[in-house]
């Protein structure tokens, strides 16, 4: 899957290098930070996600992103305690739909795909510990405010549905709510 994922990008990035040959000024990379609430089938996560993307025109963009969760602490008993925790990496495509004169604000649609990873502990030794990684079909919707040239803010929520995970775990999908910044270059 890392390759299939890793030649995804590769396109990704040539199809930004030709599309960016013949434009002039439309082709702007940036670079973020977001915080993310995690919810998923009883487990909540905060988490945070670098990105680096590319917004071709005024209409579309793709992003590579990074995510590393907290650690989700549930106690069952006195003695029993499962801590849980995630990692992400994938690509996003976004559309966006610039409004207002200026065009200052923009209405973003997100769709992309990621790798997760769940960690489960338990802190009992007759307890397994578990590690159980699977892809995430992403779905988003968000707005963008461009402070200046250069600074802009985000805020998006995003549907995770996953598949193939093992039966040990039980996410099924996971709802998101982010907001972030970004520079742009």
């Given at each position: ?92 495509f976004n559309g966006y739909l610039p409004m207002g ?82 520079y742009n270059f």
């Amino acid at each position: 899957m890392k390759n299939t994922i890793a030649t995804l990008l590769v396109a990704v990035s040539t199809f930004a290098v030709a599309a960016n040959a013949n434009a002039e000024n439309s082709f702007r990379p940036y670079v973020g930070v977001d915080y993310n609430y995690d919810n998923g089938n009883g487990n909540d996560f905060n988490s945070g996600t670098v990105n680096v993307g590319t917004q071709f025109n005024d209409y579309f963009g793709t992003e590579v992103f990074y995510q590393k969760s907290d650690d989700d602490v549930k106690t069952y008993s006195d003695l029993r305690q499962q801590t849980r925790n995630f990692d992400a990496y994938g690509i996003d495509f976004n559309g966006y739909l610039p409004m207002g004169c200026e065009q200052e604000f923009a209405l973003i649609g997100s769709a992309g795909i990621g790798e997760y990873t769940f960690n489960t502990g338990y802190n009992l030794a007759a307890f397994a510990n578990n590690r159980d990684h699977g892809i995430g079909y992403r779905f988003g919707l968000g707005g963008l405010y461009n402070v200046t040239d250069n600074v802009a803010l985000r805020a998006m929520a995003r549907y995770v549905k996953f598949n193939k995970l093992a039966d040990e775990t039980e996410e099924t999908d996971m709802v998101e709510y982010t907001a972030g910044v970004r520079y742009n270059f």
